[in-house]
């Protein structure tokens, strides 16, 4: 069997491409990372303040809708995950920021009662987002808020 000696400058020059090598496909990988985690315009987080509020629709069992703003505004859904509302007698609502500031960006940071004559029941938010336009058309007159 023939051994070879590799010189110290050889050694060196093979160590720089093995290290480009194992370094390409990472270097490559984070350049497409901010593709593939970045958001589509139709996913991106909205948020709307709670004093923004300027009205509110129950339209089921476990949505509603609020407009925030004035005029037609935005109107953001919230779905909730226990089927707490009742559209004809969850009105009114009882909404508390959870955090310490009343924007509203998603289900923590919002707790919703139902206002009762023995008290509140706690409603389970699953799920906070604007509607868009094409959405806000879309809805029939008796549901917007």
């Known amino acids: 069997m023939h051994s070879q000696t590799w010189s110290p400058l050889?050694?060196?020059?093979?160590g720089a491409?093995?290290?480009?090598c194992a370094a390409a496909p990472a270097a490559r990988q984070d350049?497409?990372?901010?593709?593939?985690?970045?958001?589509?315009?139709?996913?991106?987080?909205?948020c709307?303040?709670?004093?923004?509020?300027?009205?509110?629709?129950?339209?089921?069992?476990?949505?509603v809708l609020f407009r925030t703003g004035v005029g037609q505004g935005e109107i953001f859904?919230?779905?909730?995950?226990?089927?707490?509302?009742?559209?004809m007698n969850s009105d009114p609502l009882v909404l508390t920021p959870s955090?310490?500031?009343d924007q509203?960006?998603?289900?923590?940071?919002?707790?919703?009662?139902?206002?009762?004559?023995?008290g509140a029941t706690p409603c389970m938010i699953q799920d906070v987002r604007r509607l868009t336009p094409a959405e806000v058309a879309a809805l029939a007159p008796d549901q917007r808020p």
């Open 77 to 87: 859904r919230m779905d909730m995950a226990n089927a707490c509302l009742d559209t």
């Open 31 to 46: 350049a497409a990372a901010p593709q593939t985690l970045a958001q589509s315009p139709a996913q991106e987080r909205a």
């Open 48 to 63: 709307f303040r709670l004093s923004s509020i300027r009205g509110q629709k129950v339209i089921s069992r476990d949505t």
């Open 99 to 101: 955090g310490g500031t």
């Open 17 to 20: 491409v093995l290290a480009s």
């Open 104 to 118: 509203i960006c998603g289900r923590l940071d919002l707790s919703v009662r139902v206002a009762t004559p023995i």
């Open 10 to 14: 050889a050694l060196l020059a093979l």
